[in-house]
């Protein structure tokens, strides 16, 4: 959720974190805990909430409900989502997030 003007390189899941690398070297941590979900709801997903054809929307509606609701399943589901063996998907989600614009999609679905 750092380092907004880099490519993120790796990610890596160890002990409940993430563990982010940038292609600026830098490194963030972000524990896999409804903290983290809060900050990932308000910086994702407060301005720019789920939409119909988003790629990651069980995912994006999992943080908002464990965020809001402290919603076991989705605490539960978003837990299995960030674990070992699954850091190819969580780079793209994490990718997909921090670049995220649904201005144009928004203007498909639009009624005229």
Known sequence: MENTENTIASVSVDNNNVTVTYDNNNVETIGINVESYKK????????????????????MNNIILASIQNKAKSISELKEFF???????IQEFLTY??????TEEKAKWKKV
């Not at 407060?46 to 054809?53: A, C, K, L, T, Y």
């Not at 674990?83 to 998907?89: I, L, M, S, V």
């Not at 997030?97 to 649904?102: A, I, V, W």
Request: aromatic share 10%.
């Open 40 to 59: 990932m709801k308000k910086e994702w997903l407060d301005e720019q909430p789920p939409f119909i054809s988003d790629k990651f929307k069980k995912n």
């Open 83 to 89: 674990t070992t063996g699954n850091e190819d998907k």
């Open 97 to 102: 997030m921090r670049t995220r614009d649904l």
